[in-house]
Nanobody, 121 residues
Framework: VQLVESGGDSVQAGKSLTLSCTASGFPDNYYCFGWFRQAPGKEREGVAAMNRDGTLSHARSLKGRFTISRDNAKSTHYLQMNDLEPEDTAMYFC?????????????????WGQGTQVTVS
């Protein structure tokens, strides 16, 4: 099983970025996918999660700036990030699991990607 993130970049505040997470080798019962982030010296923080039936969950602290979505045909999940702030600087990870309800809580996800760096200045 493998999760590969991409799309991280260095951008100026106020700009947008879209991260991608392509999954391969997962059994059908892995139906919960999430995005997390971790800044240096801080704990991993849940950003958003999405169930196979389309149920979404986003961290309230992000005030609607971030949105999770998916393309089933490409086995890919996305994280659209708008109006980026310097505080959004972190390594962003995608994760997969079987939790129900599907919530952006790190302990619910057994499989993780290597991460993609987002830097906002």
């Amino acid at each position: 099983v493998q999760l590969v993130e991409s799309g991280g970049d260095s951008v100026q505040a106020g700009k947008s970025l879209t991260l991608s997470c392509t999954a391969s080798g997962f059994p059908d019962n892995y139906y919960c996918f999430g995005w997390f982030r971790q800044a240096p010296g801080k704990e991993r923080e849940g950003v958003a999660a999405m169930n196979r039936d389309g149920t979404l969950s986003h961290a309230r602290s992000l005030k609607g700036r971030f949105t999770i979505s998916r393309d089933n045909a490409k086995s890919t999940h996305y994280l659209q990030m708008n109006d980026l702030e310097p505080e959004d600087t972190a390594m962003y990870f995608c994760a997969a699991g079987r939790a129900y309800p599907c919530l952006p809580v790190a302990g619910l996800f057994p499989s993780w990607g290597q991460g993609t760096q987002v830097t906002v200045s």
